[in-house]
């Protein structure tokens, strides 16, 4: 019988909370990038588009190490957070957690603009003549159209979370049974000579 051993069970669950908190985090912000990227006219939308894409095209490590040096205790914000509320973010499952949400963002963001992008306007215009603001407009039509999107935004974002290896390893370290997601495990174990996984 298959059975899992505690050590297995700690880096596990470590895994589904961080990837969990990281996609909770990031959603309300992925909605409202998206909302904005697929109906907003503004000044620098295109560089907004693409720093949301940037964790997809940069390497993983780069990305841990920007948010290292700016959630550092050196750095403006790092050093405010830990000044302020004793908050030292670095190197903790909060970091991971972090680390894991920015990389998945991107695919949370493209699959909720494309979502909204595909509602026919004509519907959002229907519910602003029969007398609703913008806010009910987007909670009551828009929202729910696009929950499709939403949701597979969410899913996509949920696994890139839950592989994320190379922004984590940077920003969070590898410490058991603080950090060590699965990934790490994973790695830390293929680093031990005669292991045997075929």
Known sequence: MFALTPAE?????????????AVIGSL???VLVAFALARGRFPGRIFLDVLVHFPIIAPPIVVGYLLLMMFSRQSPLGGWL??????SVAFSWQA???AAGVMGFPLMVRSIR???ELIDRRLETAAQTLGAPPLRVFATVTLPLALPGVLTGLT???ARALGEFGATIVFAANIPGQTRTLPLALYTELQIPGQDFA
């Open 82 to 87: 830990f000044d302020q509320f004793g908050i």
């Open 96 to 98: 991971a957690a972090i």
């Open 114 to 116: 494309l979502s909204i």
């Open 28 to 30: 309300p912000v992925g």
């Open 9 to 21: 069970i700690e880096v596990l669950s470590l895994s589904l909370k961080v990837a969990s908190v």
């Open 156 to 158: 996509l974002a949920f």
